[in-house]
């Protein structure tokens, strides 16, 4: 069996995602993976394997998934956040394309591989409530994942080919990634759409060149509602959360590193209780332990 066909077997395998379950109509955060008394285990969709999440299916090219640690130092259950409100984003965002735009970018060529290093902890997941370690390696240039083949799925080739593509006027960079990154949830209004495709893309930005990735920023900086906090991640770490109030049972968070801006992870939490956790607590957390890009599947920087 070809690696596209393992894929596609895994992908066609698994669960549908209960879009009453989702935040705010985005279908690529959470697919619920299984019932068993309690634990309703709230995995990643496939989507958000791109921002670090431990996801039960494998992503576009990501061939090489592996744990390479994890264990039970915490117990079962979600746990509270640890929020520092900030406000508005809009300047934030503004300040970290100016902060991007000035700094270096990441390259890579075909026969390259993306390699990522994340840790996930799944309040939900009885099985495996501790922290759970991964590694995985993505092809930077796969054809099967370009031009539509995939449906709204890019090989991090064609992502930075199109953040190289975009125009300077913010609107037109939404109208852009909105295109790039269409629309499969009918319940999706326009704003929730271009916020999503704008998220994805920062998430997913580990290959760039530091123009384009900053038109994103500036984009995201106009939608209406984007909002900041001061948060802690997976991993212990600091962390700048981006999020949009929503009326749905999860807030799903975008976090960057405060010292670059560049993607660090993302949260799941709670807006209100429910079976499995309490408002205010941390769902699922995700952080990037090491990103790189390396010359073949199995290295590591």
Known sequence: MDEMTAVRELR????????ADLVAGRERLLAEAGRGGRARRLRADWR???VGAAAAITVAAVVGTQVVGGGSETQPGSRPGYTVELGSAKD?????????EAGSGVTAHDGQWIYTKTVETNGTDDERPGPQTRESWTKYADPAFEDGKEGDDHSPREQAEFLKSLPDDPQKVRAKARAF???TDPSETRTEHEYRALTVLI????????????KVYRALATIPGVRAA???????????????NTDGPLSDETLLDPATY?????RAVGLK????????????????????VVDKRGERP
């Open 12 to 19: 066609a395998e698994a669960p549908r995602a209960r879009r």
């Open 273 to 292: 209780d429910d079976t499995d956790w309490k408002k205010g607590d941390v769902v699922i957390s995700s952080a990037y332990l090491a990103t790189a």
């Open 48 to 50: 958000l394997a791109a």
């Open 181 to 183: 990154y269409y629309a």
């Open 230 to 244: 001061n948060v802690q991640d997976a991993a212990g770490r600091d962390a700048i959360a981006l999020y949009r």
């Open 92 to 100: 934030l965002l503004n300040d970290a394309a100016d902060a991007i």
């Open 203 to 214: 998430s997913r930005a580990h290959v760039y060149e530091p123009e384009g990735l900053a």
């Open 262 to 266: 560049l993607a660090s992870g993302y």
